[in-house]
């Protein structure tokens, strides 16, 4: 199996600008979740879905943040309009099952998208 | 909600033997993971604990006590790649909370 995809691997774009994040999960698996990374915050929960629907999206921190699941191959996580503090790595991840017995708990992360924001 | 912490940094030698703690807060979880994270590459899972005690897997262990709200990932005979952040997370409802993780520094 190829993996978590995502892309573009870097973004760098200027504040006002839209970003679009794209997540190929692994296939069979049905729960997909967004996390962002900083040095400050962590690793943060943006949403996560489970079978192309969106479960919990408390994480998204306002309304410029918008994700979308349209198949089991697919998600976006958007960003309009972008600001400076939205520079952050954005991974995707995938698993089978809601986690919490020792066969599914495995979150497999994709490579992450570089987001740099000026 | 839920926490965890974590000491920021850690150093140690190789071929010795480490101990990263996680001290948590929560209404309730399923578990305890441990994840690997070299410089710009992804998280990637080591073990999880769904009851207390011991989890060895190769020169990796990890433990859980929830009477405590504790749990520690036990990194043996390390290794200069070993050099990396490790991060505990609550497993909850289908979702896991991160630490802020842990930089392993691995010297000579």
């Known amino acids: 199996d190829a993996g978590v995809i995502q892309s573009p691997r870097h973004e760098v774009t200027e504040m006002g600008q839209e970003v679009t994040l794209r997540c190929k999960p692994i296939s069979g698996h049905d729960y997909l979740f967004w996390y962002r990374q900083t040095m400050m915050r962590g690793l943060e929960l943006l949403i996560y879905f489970n079978n192309n629907v969106p479960i919990d999206d408390s994480g998204m921190p306002e309304d410029r943040f918008s994700a979308k699941m349209p198949n089991a191959s697919f998600s976006t996580l958007k960003i309009q309009p972008s600001e400076p503090r939205d520079s952050a790595v954005y991974f995707c991840?995938?698993?089978?099952?809601?986690?919490?017995?020792?066969?599914?708990?495995?979150?497999?992360f994709g490579s992450g998208t570089q987001l740099s924001v000026l | 909600g839920q926490s965890l912490e974590q000491p920021s940094e850690v150093t140690a030698v190789e071929g010795a033997i480490v101990q990263i703690n996680c001290t948590y807060q929560t209404s309730g979880f399923y578990g305890l993971s441990w994840y690997q994270q070299h410089d710009g590459g992804a998280p990637t899972f080591l073990s999880y604990n769904a009851l207390d005690g011991l989890e060895e897997t190769g020169r990796f262990s990890s433990f859980l006590s929830r009477s405590d709200s504790y749990g520690y990932l036990l990194l043996q005979e390390l290794q200069m790649k070993d050099s990396a952040s490790y991060f505990c997370?609550?497993?909850?409802?289908?979702?896991?909370?991160f630490g802020k993780g842990t930089m392993l520094l691995v010297s000579p």
């Open positions: 997370a609550l497993s909850g409802y289908s979702t896991l909370t």
């Open positions: 991840a995938s698993r089978r099952g809601q986690g919490g017995t020792a066969t599914n708990e495995k979150l497999f």
